[in-house]
């Protein structure tokens, strides 16, 4: 498992080939990786300031690793999250899930950025010639993190 | 003492980003401590308002209003995450 928050670019290739590097066993590689845009609920961003809260971010994001783990049937997951000055174009956001097979590692990907969204102590700023101001959280993101919590514990319900 | 913790939007609003303070004897969960900072009235009033959206964490976990805090604890305040 590697999880990391930090101000450098990461290399998509690189992280998903570190992951697989030796194994045999691995059918399936999902990978999710975030763009900055230049529109979002603003137009003409010229830049995005991330913040973060050291120590729970990290912690947080294990965490969300580790229900990923007792969920799915995956091998091994990557997450790595940029913080700091970003600009449109640039990386934000990378995960990537191995499995033997697609199901398992397409669902824990999309659960992985779902719960990361709502869940992981990072917040956004936009940057634009009129000025700054920060990202209010989107009601959609909301509930698609509820959506994995309802399902979830459905499941695990009815496996009892 | 406590350490409190302010993030993002809420960081800027209260001009300060973290502080320690001595927990009164009569504070001994998340919503006691809100309405603690908020009677200091102004920018402190407005961020801590019972209607505020702000989430909290207590060491280092995701905590509510009714999570008990002790002097010793790093109790963090921001606004909705948007990460990702």
Redesign the interface.
């Known amino acids: 498992m590697h999880i990391s928050v930090q101000t450098e670019d990461f290399d998509v290739a690189g992280v998903t080939r570190a992951l697989c590097e030796k194994r045999t066993d691995i059918g399936a590689v999902v990978t999710f990786s ?1 763009l900055v845009r230049d529109r979002s609920s603003v137009q003409n961003l010229l830049a995005l300031e ?4 050291p ?2 971010t990290e ?2 994001l294990a965490s969300i690793a580790h229900k990923a783990f007792s969920e799915w049937d995956i091998d091994d997951l990557a997450i790595i ?1 940029r913080v700091g000055h970003l600009k449109p174009a640039d990386n ?2 990378l995960v990537v899930v191995i499995s033997a097979h697609r199901k398992q590692a397409f669902e824990a990907c999309e659960f992985l ?1 779902d719960y ?10 936009e940057i634009t010639v009129d000025g700054e101001s ?5 009601l959609s ?2 509930k698609a993190g509820e959506r994995w919590q309802d399902r979830l514990s459905r499941e695990n319900k009815s496996e009892k | 003492m406590a350490h409190l ?1 302010y ?3 809420l960081r800027e609003n209260l001009n300060s980003d973290q502080e320690q303070l001595d927990l009164p004897q009569n504070i001994s969960q998340v919503s006691e401590l809100k309405d603690f900072l908020a009677q200091r009235g102004g920018r402190w009033s407005d961020a801590f308002q019972a209607k505020s959206r702000l989430l909290v ?1 207590v060491n ?3 905590a509510n209003e009714q999570s008990a805090i002790r002097n010793e604890d790093e109790i ?1 305040f ?7």
């Open positions: 975030g991330l913040e973060h809260y120590g729970m912690t947080a999250h934000i956001v950025m990361l969204k709502t869940k992981a102590p990072f917040w956004k700023k920060w990202v209010e959280a989107r993101d909301l | 913790l993030f993002a939007s964490a280092q976990q995701m963090a921001f606004p909705p995450v948007t990460g990702g």
